[in-house]
């Protein structure tokens, strides 16, 4: 799967080192906002800015983590797969691939039967 996204848009949220960290973190296995601040070593309210502004971009996704016993919160999973620009006459234009889970794939082909 891959896109066109605005390319200053997307330069301007990968030049953020927080940006960046998150989804490194997150590129394996999923992990909660306070498992990221902790990681990464910046404020909670610093990671939710990041996530949210990631999520906008479409590069994580969001899970809740239901607890029985307990509050329900959510967890976050880097959705990206790679990022490459191309120079063109017109300028540069990018491409985001992005990582589909397998659920995801498996929709994906029953609505292609």
Do not use: H
Request: proline share 2%.
């Amino acid at each position: 799967m891959s896109d066109s996204p605005d390319v200053a848009a997307l330069t301007d949220l990968l030049a953020d080192d927080c940006a960046r960290q998150i989804l490194v973190e997150t590129k394996e296995q999923a992990c909660s906002a306070a498992v990221l601040s902790e990681r990464i070593g910046v404020s909670e309210p610093t990671v939710y800015r990041r996530l949210e502004r990631l999520r906008a971009a479409d590069l994580v996704t969001e899970e809740v983590q239901v607890v029985t016993d307990g509050k329900n919160f959510s967890v976050y999973r880097a959705q990206l797969d790679g990022v490459e620009f191309d120079l063109t006459e017109d300028g540069f234009e990018v491409t985001v691939s992005r990582r589909q889970r397998m659920a995801d794939r498996f929709t994906q082909l029953v609505e292609d039967m």
